[in-house]
């Protein structure tokens, strides 16, 4: 329902921005401005998603919010800590991409203005939104529900079908997109139960897709500010372009997935056995 509300708001928004700009030929020059529509739309989806959510934890739940994991004592580290992950890890992987000439980097024209509007607020809000969704509401509900392995199976799946066709790769690349995007959400619940909280998740999420955009290039389709643009010299179904997942792309997901559980989610389960 969110969702729905949310395209119809941002596609009004879109509207009357381009009428503004273009007049009469406003419709025409739509396909030239996906990205504007990408952005309205996601300012007016990820708020009412929060507010949904919250309202939920509040007045039919009736529970606090740190229940979700937004508490109050130590957020800005764990969100440090989190961001310096998802950086160091798309650095580790451009760097890794360029050194074995598996993708060409260009530098491209930005638009500084566009670029602190995503920096600032459009990533902080996707991050801390689906987060909140799934690995805050959903992740503790389904946990109730069924074990915290049901919980992390059916948020994995879930966050999977959000990203469905974003790219709007090949039936290939949708294939390979399929295990990658399900180790990634269960990476970000094992960072969740790691810590406690959903601070360090949120703070990854944020600058992995920030780090991601504005280093690697986002879409084509989308158009979002990147300080490169990026081309793969290896067939696509092994390193997908902008948006687009190829097998080293998914081994790359899987490895980091192995390192948050050994390096963070093991040693969590130690301090709760030894604590009893």
Known sequence: MAGGVGLVLGGFVVVLWLFGKYGPQAMQRLHQEIGAFVLAC???????????????????????????????????????????????FVVAMAALYRLAGWLRFEPAPI????????????????????????????????????????????????????????????????LIAIPTYLAVGVTFALCRYSVGNLWLPIGLHTAYNWAAFSLMGSPKEIGFPSFFTTEPTVPHWLVGPPGKVGLIDMGAAFLFLAAIYFALYRPSLRRQVTNR
Do not use: C
Not at 54 to 60: D, I, N, R, Y
Not at 126 to 137: P, Q, S
Not at 141 to 152: F, I, P, S
């Open 42 to 88: 996601s300012f007016t989806i990820y708020p009412l998603l929060i507010l949904i959510t919250v309202l939920f934890v509040w007045f039919v739940d009736r529970r606090p919010l740190s229940s979700v994991g937004l508490t109050k004592e130590g957020w800005l580290k764990d969100l440090a800590i989190g961001a310096g992950i998802g950086i160091g």
């Open 111 to 174: 638009s500084v203005g566009m670029w602190l509007v995503t920096t600032l607020l459009l990533y902080p809000l996707i991050g801390f939104a689906e987060e909140l969704v799934f690995r805050g509401y959903l992740l503790s509900t389904l946990e109730e529900w069924g074990g915290r392995k049901v919980a992390m199976a059916v948020t994995a799946v879930l966050f999977w079908t959000l990203h469905i066709g974003y790219g709007t790769g090949s039936p290939v690349n949708e």
